[in-house]
């Protein structure tokens, strides 16, 4: 098992890296995230956002603007909460009783939270497995930490397939915003299937706590029951609006993302490593050298994401242009 301090269960954990290698916490170049460095410009924001609580007429504001965003079924319910990735670990409660098979390898928060709330947990390599295991599927798409999409047809078969059965399908979307293209929100209407849906990662503002889950209302009312009033922030809702409905923004920066990515994957080559997968917000490596390449860009300031279950493999976020040139330069001193 790697020390948790090389491999932080998310990565960042910065004050951590900052004592371990000597780098103020200023100083880093932060690629273990998969965040886009190129965030959304945040406005001034009126006081009443930090003064008063968020207004109900504004929350469903949000939520109109995500499902127009998303293309949510009008069918479909749909929630706001502070994050996906605190959504996913409520959903152990508010889902079927029974196993969970979860498509793996993938980001490890989806088996534990289903653990820590007394499931058993399958890791298995195809949908037909998990289907044929569990009542409960889990797939991340695009996945994490590699990029592997499944189709949206091949997604909504297994859904029925699930439903047969009494089950659900879980679909992680946090990286989807890059290239909407394979998302299955548009074929969602009726299916037992339960998508989350990140802000923070496109939009480059993880700090803000914001996401969207979307699914049957006999699971995604009960979470809006759970998470009550206010469960986003005030800035959060007026940010989020702004930037779902900024489709100017999104296209510009999907062509910029996917030029960046492009560029890292050949500074990654030509440095002598092999990529084999990603998404236009990180890129995966296989090396056997992954921890000590990991230890050695910590000495220059620059952390990445390596896997206690994954030691052959790391992690690059896509870094800004400025970033890219210190990583080549690190590559080369390595």
């Given amino acids: 098992m790697l020390d948790p301090d090389l491999a932080p269960r998310h990565g960042g954990a910065l004050a951590a890296a900052s004592q371990r290698y000597g780098v103020a916490v200023g100083e880093w170049l932060d690629l273990s995230t998969g965040i886009n460095p190129h965030p959304y410009p945040v406005p001034a924001f009126p006081p009443a956002d930090f003064h008063r609580l968020p207004d109900p007429a504004g929350l469903g504001t949000l939520v109109d603007v995500a499902r127009g965003a998303y293309g949510v079924p009008p069918a479909s319910a749909i929630a706001a909460v502070p994050g996906s990735d605190f959504a996913l670990r409520l959903l152990p409660l508010l889902c079927p009783a029974g196993d969970v098979a979860i498509l793996s390898p993938t980001y490890s928060g989806h088996a534990e939270a289903w653990r820590l709330a007394g499931r058993t947990v399958s890791a298995v390599a195809s949908l037909e497995d998990g289907s044929r295991r569990a009542p409960i599927v889990v797939v991340v798409n695009p ?5 592997r999409i499944v189709e949206a047809d091949a997604l909504v078969a297994t859904a029925r397939t699930l439903a047969a059965r009494g089950g659900v399908l879980i679909v992680d979307e946090a990286f989807g915003d890059v290239d ?77 993302l996917r030029a960046t990515r492009l560029r890292l994957e050949n500074c990654l080559r030509a440095s002598g490593l092999d ?7 990180f890129v995966l490596v296989d090396t ?9 860009l910590a000495r220059q300031g620059i952390w990445t994401r390596i896997f206690s279950d994954q030691p052959g493999r790391i992690r690059f976020g896509v870094p800004d242009e400025i970033g890219l040139a210190r990583l080549e330069k690190a590559l080369a001193l390595r």
Avoid: M
Wanted: charged share 20%; aromatic share 6%.
């Fill in 288 to 296: 056997p050298r992954a921890v000590p390449l990991h230890e050695a």
């Fill in 275 to 281: 990529v084999v997968g990603g998404t236009d917000l």
């Fill in 180 to 256: 909407p293209a394979p998302g299955v929100l548009p074929r969602s209407a009726g299916e037992r299937i339960v998508v989350l849906r990140s802000f923070g990662k496109f939009y480059g503002l993880a700090g803000l706590r914001l996401g969207f889950v979307v699914g049957p209302d006999d699971i995604v009312g009960r979470l809006q029951a759970l998470v009550g009033d206010w469960p986003v922030s005030g800035p959060a809702i007026t940010l989020g609006c702004r930037a779902l409905l900024d489709t100017a923004w999104q296209a510009q920066t999907r062509i910029r």
């Fill in 143 to 147: 996945n994490n930490p590699d990029g």
